[in-house]
Nanobody, 128 residues
Framework: QVQLEESGGGSVQAGGSLRLSCEASGSKYSTYSVGWFRQAPGKKREGIAALDSDGDTAYAQAVKGRFTISQDNAKNILYLQMNSLKPEDTARYFC??????????????????????WGQGTQVTVSS
């Protein structure tokens, strides 16, 4: 079973950048999909970036062009580079790992319980 731990959250001003990391330990699927979702208070979970073991990526429209998902396979770390941050990006960010589905499907599926493993999340606060 995979365990995930996020880090890198914090408080930044609008226009700033942050890089989130998600370190994975334990067993790993040979083919997989991984990604990031977020949840703001009172709102539903929102898948924002996904990557599958074919190397394909998918992004939510709200973050496309500003956020980049990547991974270091040797270190089992998933990253989310977030640039041009906006106050509406304020949320708790979670990483997720599950069996293979194409990245564009993982974007939605990762927010559903039972998809795979979730981390505990890291808070991102963007002030105007």
């Amino acid at each position: 079973q995979v365990q995930l731990e996020e880090s890198g959250g914090g408080s930044v001003q609008a226009g700033g950048s942050l890089r989130l990391s998600c370190e994975a330990s334990g067993s790993k699927y040979s083919t997989y999909s991984v990604g990031w979702f977020r949840q703001a208070p009172g709102k539903k979970r929102e898948g924002i970036a996904a990557l599958d073991s074919d190397g394909d990526t998918a992004y939510a429209q709200a973050v496309k062009g500003r956020f980049t998902i990547s991974q270091d396979n040797a270190k089992n770390i998933l990253y989310l580079q977030m640039n041009s941050l906006k106050p509406e990006d304020t949320a708790r960010y979670f990483c997720a790992s599950g069996p293979y589905v194409p990245a564009h499907q993982a974007l939605g599926l990762m927010t559903m319980q039972g998809f795979g493993a979730w981390g505990q999340g890291t808070q991102v606060t963007v002030s105007s």
